[in-house]
């Protein structure tokens, strides 16, 4: 019977390579135990069957930003973004062609947080950048918005949103509203403050039914299912 060596140990055995390399192609995803990835250099291993993937790289593990679709009934916190992003989450359609790790899933930051019962996208991610980017351009970053209402438009109501609005006693910027159908607006507006919405929108007679967010700068939710993830993909900017 053999004893259980650490993972990276058998790595090395197994493919001449150094110690610190075989801890890279691990953490990298690029190793399995029994058909299983497994990124823990230090998982210990007996007769099982390891092997390095054929495509596996040396190349550093690039921080990850993903884009989530959240229901308005997620209320987003640490628990519950473990529980919702995960690799049978991840969309079908993700294009990034990033290789997925557990790692990416680790010190996610939330940049931008929806509205209490608010749906739509959300931005998370290991990278400063993106974060700083998302806090520091707030006021020029333009989001939109689709906002069900219910109730009757009071008169010049459409021109009072988009022009003239105020909010904690001080004047807002003027903003893009526009009817998408019969019962939805669509509202474009930058350097958001929660609450804005629905202050406007009672402002001229309507009630917030529903909100959701399709649109951080130049990043759009698309076809994102809900409830699903993708990575930011590299040419991606907000």
Not at 7 to 29: D, N, P, T, Y
Not at 87 to 103: P, Y
Not at 175 to 192: C, D, H, M, P, Y
């Amino acid at each position: 019977m053999t004893t259980p060596i650490r993972l990276a140990k058998r790595l090395v055995e197994l493919v001449s390579c150094s110690r610190r390399e075989a801890e890279l192609f691990i953490a990298g995803g690029w190793v399995s135990v029994d058909g299983v990835v497994v990124e823990e250099p230090q998982f210990m291993v007996g007769e099982q069957k390891v092997e390095l993937h054929p495509d596996a790289t040396l190349v550093p593990i690039e921080l990850a930003t993903i884009l989530f679709h959240q229901a308005a009934t997620t209320d987003m916190n640490v628990t519950t973004t473990q529980l919702l992003i995960n690799a049978e989450s991840r969309s079908t359609d993700d294009a990034s062609g990033i290789h997925f790790l557990k790692q990416h899933l680790f010190h996610l930051t939330q940049c931008t947080p929806l509205e209490r019962n608010a749906s739509g996208l959300l931005v998370l991610t290991q990278d400063w950048r993106v974060s700083r980017k998302l806090l520091d351009d707030a006021a020029t970053i333009e989001q939109e918005y689709v906002v069900e209402v219910a109730g009757e438009l009071s008169a010049d109501g459409l021109k009072f949103l988009n022009h003239g609005l105020k909010f904690n006693g001080r004047a807002l910027a003027p903003i893009k509203v526009s009817w998408q159908n019969e019962t939805r607006l669509r509202f474009a507006l930058k350097g958001v403050i929660l609450g804005q919405i629905a202050h406007a929108c009672k402002s001229v007679g309507l009630q917030v039914v529903a909100m959701k967010r399709i649109r951080i700068g130049r990043v759009a939710m698309a076809k994102l299912p809900l409830e699903q993830w993708r990575y930011l993909m590299q040419h991606e900017r907000f």
